[in-house]
């Protein structure tokens, strides 16, 4: 950001409380992605054939059964943070790390089920709050970190901003490689 910034882009850091509100949303009424993935593949996973699946994506799958109230507050409540974002926004970009961590080692998640599920949640939470915003992202290499693996950035616009997204993300390649 240090060298957009330089690069004449417009650069602010501010909280974003309506992400902490998205995050509530959901705590208190359900995943999104569970309540459709359990919707879409209830016969599934309520036959022995669920015995076939991966039992950590059985689990989260399970997690979308949920009452009718919520999954309309939790559609009618998105709606409305949807908006306040955008309008939060004003044709800026939301830039968020592409994942708050690097790639971990694999032998400890294919032990321990609770590790994998808190380091799968921790490696999505940037580009899954994106996509609870029904955001368009464009992520990026931004360098490496203090052990040489790879990092990103992602840049986030309102949905139907994809070509603008697009155009900028064209222009910030040409910002950085200079």
């Known amino acids: 950001m240090k060298r957009l910034a330089a690069a004449g882009a417009k650069v602010m850091s501010r909280p974003a409380p309506l992400i902490g509100a998205m995050r509530a949303l959901t705590a208190q009424h359900g995943s999104l992605v569970a309540i459709e993935a359990y919707a879409e593949h209830r016969a599934i996973l309520e036959s022995a054939d669920a015995q076939r699946m991966d039992r950590r994506v059985v689990r989260r799958a399970m997690g979308g059964r949920v009452s009718g109230h919520d999954v309309i507050e939790l559609q009618r409540g998105r709606e409305d943070l949807i ?3 955008g309008d939060e926004l004003k044709g800026a970009l939301l830039v968020l790390p592409a ?7 694999i032998d400890a998640l294919e032990r321990d ?7 799968n949640l921790r490696a999505i939470h940037y580009t899954f709050l994106g996509n609870l915003f029904r955001m368009c992202g464009l992520a990026l290499p931004s360098g490496e970190d203090a052990a040489g693996l790879p990092t990103g950035v992602q840049f986030l616009a309102p949905e139907g901003n994809d070509d603008r997204l697009l155009s900028i993300g064209l222009s910030i390649e040409v910002a950085l490689s200079g």
Not at 99 to 105: F, G, I, R
Not at 113 to 119: C, K, M, S, Y
Request: net charge negative.
């Open 83 to 85: 908006a306040a974002l």
């Open 99 to 105: 994942t708050p961590m690097t790639a971990p080692p």
């Open 113 to 119: 089920d609770e590790l994998f599920r808190a380091t």
